[in-house]
């Protein structure tokens, strides 16, 4: 037998451990005689109450806040001792407040508890501990500790024995602890970060380091290793991230643009040059319009052979109205060793852009013929002015009755006529001051026909039928006849042919269920019907949009219906289509009928009566000197005494140089160097109830600041029209000059 100095280590320490064992075995038996026959009773019961007053001082900190679930975790921290079969803790009333119960242990006393103690039953002790604190008293706590019987508590006996063996083996297991920490340890953890690194390929798995001894050294070397290839690992998530970032930036951006990337591979030649693939080339041309093709493959063929950037526009789809246009930008990439070279770009859908820019021209150019129009009719107004000014002079002169007097009555007519023509033209060129009044619809439909007889052509004949019962309303009556004349352009355009136009009235009584949520109640109607094309169904909800046209390119700016119905609704009406393909169509205007109670006090607070005129001193401003002679004459006779000026800025120089105080300005709103309104304005500084009456052939400036009390004169105006506006003037402003 191999001697016992001569063994390993290992061996040696296994030999003791044995030997202690045999003798712990023995001394644990007389142990657990004394134990049970002694100590085993007193020790549950000193045990039972140290876990009282732990868990006692712990659970009145819970009552006081009411806190039953911390109670309960206290209660179940019990659990690592098996020999608790239960445990609760009751309020001062008795009231149960927190329980923990072992599976399988006792059933719960149903008795509160009343007094501290400890009672000692057959297999357990029932131990109840009163929970003061602070001089108050907080509840009750009571344990039921568990007693084995013999057997069951040889188990226990086992685990002192096992204390015992361990004792003896003490020294033994420090040497083997030792080695294993100094060696063994070490090594196999650094085998484990091995296996788990190559199992999880988890670059943030790190080796502890125990010593400084070689091993320590394999370990360092390791973890930097690892912090190496996580630095790297990580420098490429993040380029990974930043290129998918990137790459979902640019799928917006093409999105919000209405971009689409494409991409044409491209091959050499026998001549040596890259030209598109065939096949790729034929599928990316099919979508394009084959009078546009020719042009598209000119701009590619020239930016391959050039390397510069394709730019072309082209149409797709088989006709004009589902056509879009495509705006396409690529460059050609060479590639690599890896990559072909190839054609990349974008195609973006300019249809919208297209259509607008045509729709910004033809308002400009709409904008450019009311700006003319506007001009023409101003000046045309300055000499209307002058010729219905005269005329009434020599009306006056000449007695009625006479052939001349018949004659000139004749000359003023038409001169009342011409001004009719100007007021219509400034309101298509959009310069005609809104001004709702009271019109009879009757009158203007009669008043229009003849107009649309000229406008519409010869093979589009008009008929007027007219509701002898039909209301007047209130609107502008120049934006009526506007609404008029484009309804029935319109109805030209449908009937290309010819055909008939019948416009007419009635008297309708509109309710909820055909108004929707417009206003009710009665209603005066104009129809404008013709026979032409009709409206498509598909088209109709569409026709009241801006800039909705049918009409081609150049023909129609989509803003005459779209303007009709603004107009309509400002006067609180509204409008009804009715339209069968091939049959005609139909549009209703419906505006809100006056009683003719309302009709009568409208008259009535309509132009004030003629006067005698006054003796006030009146300041004449105005740049056309046919019509401020007009203008001076006419205030003369009325009695005024008048100084004239050629311009804001004479006018100005008089006012300030004359002795006299002017009672009333009357000037011109548009002239050169100054305008009427900032005269009125310099003067008004030094006396700010000075009255003013505005003249101007440009009637929408009316609107621009000015005041309600200041008359406005629209050109061209009669010579009793002046002079009642002096007077209203000089009478509205002479209160304020009192004060």
Known sequence: MRPFADRPIRQKVIYLILLASFVGLLFAGMLVSIYETL???????????????????????????????????????????????????????????????????????????REAGTRLLADRLVSVTRLDAN?????????????????????????????????????????LGTLGRSISDPLHQLADTAQALAATNDLRIRAPRHADDEIGTVTSAFNRMLDTLEERETALAQRARALRESEARLRLALHAATMQTWMLPLAPTLAGRLAPDAAAMSEFLSGVQPD?????????????????????????????????????????????????????????????????????????????????????????????????????????????????????????????????????????????????????????????????????GETISVGVELAADAAPVRVDGGQLEQVLVNLAVNARDAMPHGGHLTISTASRIVDE??????????????????????????????????????????????????????????????????SVPGRGTTIRIRLPALSLAAEASDLAGGPIADSAGGTESVLLAEDNP???????????????????????????????TVGEEFDLLVTDVVMPGQTGRELAAILRKARPSLPVVFMSGYSDVAGDGHDPADPFLAKPFAPDDLRRAARQALDARRPAARQ
Not at 140 to 164: D, N
Not at 428 to 456: C, E, F, G, K, S
Not at 520 to 542: K, Y
């Open 626 to 656: 046919a019509i401020r002679e007009l203008a001076a004459r006419t205030l003369r006779e009325a009695g005024y005494r008048v100084t004239e000026a050629e311009n804001g800025a004479t006018a100005r120089e008089l006012a300030e």
């Open 135 to 175: 001089g108050r008293h907080h509840g009750w706590l009571r344990i039921q500790y568990m007693l084995p019987g013999f057997t069951s508590r040889l188990p226990q006996y086992a685990m002192v024995a096992a204390a015992v063996l361990l004792a003896l083996g003490a020294a033994a297991a420090l040497l």
């Open 292 to 456: 546009d093709r020719e042009e598209v493959e000119t701009a590619i063929g020239r930016a391959i052979e050039s390397g510069e950037a394709v730019e072309a526009e082209f149409r797709t789809g088989a006709d004009g109205a589902s056509a879009r246009r495509i705006a396409l930008r690529g460059q050609v990439s060479l590639g690599d060793d890896d990559r072909p070279p190839q054609l990349i770009g974008v195609a973006q859908d300019v249809t919208s852009r297209r259509q607008l820019e045509q729709q910004l021209l033809q308002a400009q150019k709409m904008e450019a013929i009311g700006n003319l129009a506007g001009g023409i009719a101003h000046d045309f107004n300055n000499l209307l002015t002058g010729m219905i000014g005269h005329l009434k002079f020599v009306q006056r002169a000449v007695e009625p009755g006479t052939q001349v007097r018949a004659d000139v009555d004749e000359i003023e007519r038409a001169a009342r006529r011409a001004a009719a023509l100007t007021s219509q033209l400034l309101s298509y060129a959009r310069r005609q001051m809104v001004t709702p009044t009271v019109v009879d619809v009757n009158a203007a439909v009669t008043a229009i026909a003849p107009m649309l007889h000229r406008t519409l």
């Open 39 to 113: 100590t085993f009773r007193r020790r549950a019961i000193d045990d039972v109450t140290t876990l009282a007053s732990v868990v006692g001082s712990n659970a009145i900190s819970a009552i006081e806040f009411g806190d039953s679930g911390t109670a309960r975790e206290d209660l179940t921290s019990l659990a690592d001792r098996p020999e608790i079969g239960s445990a609760a803790i009751y309020l001062p009333t008795g009231r149960e407040f927190a329980r923990y119960t072992r599976p399988g242990g006792p059933a719960a006393i149903p008795e509160p508890p």
């Open 513 to 578: 269920r055909v108004a929707g949520a417009g206003r009710r109640g009665p209603f005066t109607e104009i129809a404008v019907s013709d026979d032409g094309e009709g409206i498509p169904a598909d088209v109709l909800p569409h026709i009241f949009e801006p800039f909705f046209t049918t009409k081609p390119v150049g023909q129609g700016t989509g803003l005459g219906l779209a303007m009709c119905e603004g107009i309509v609704k400002q006067a609180e009406g509204h409008i009804v289509v009715e």
